[in-house]
Nanobody, 126 residues
Framework: QVQLVESGGGLVQAGDSLRLSCAAS????????MGWFRQGPGKEREFVAA????????YYADSVKGRFTISRDNAKNAVYLQMNSLKPEDTAAYYC???????????????????WGQGTQVTVSS
């Protein structure tokens, strides 16, 4: 079992930066792929970024490539999402997700993860 707790959301202006954090429980964090997803009002949950267990391979949605950076610290059981040059369309609830390396390889889809956090709200004003 893995429990995930996100933090770092807030209200910012367009062009600002935010850093989201996700704290994970468990002693085998380094065996999990981690992802960030978001869900805006009236929209489906969508992929934002993912990082594999070693941290050497990352994936990004085209809409955030070049602006967002995902990273992890396996010693701290944490994954981060650095968000720069935020836009109003980035407004959403952001969710952290985890999947053991044996679970599969669909790191860019919601079905690729079996553990989810409660989410943290990010609101970007224009």
């Amino acid at each position: 079992q893995v429990q995930l707790v996100e933090s770092g959301g807030g209200l910012v202006q367009a062009g600002d930066s935010l850093r989201l954090s996700c704290a994970a429980s468990g002693r085998t964090f380094s065996s999990y792929a981690m992802g960030w997803f978001r869900q805006g009002p009236g929209k489906e949950r969508e992929f934002v970024a993912a990082i594999r267990w070693s941290g050497g391979i990352t994936y990004y949605a085209d809409s955030v490539k070049g602006r967002f950076t995902i990273s992890r610290d396996n010693a701290k059981n944490a994954v981060y999402l650095q968000m720069n040059s935020l836009k109003p369309e980035d407004t959403a609830a952001y969710y952290c997700a985890a999947a053991h390396r044996s679970y599969g390889s669909s790191w860019t889809t919601t079905t690729g993860y079996n553990y989810w956090g409660q989410g943290t709200q990010v609101t970007v004003s224009s």
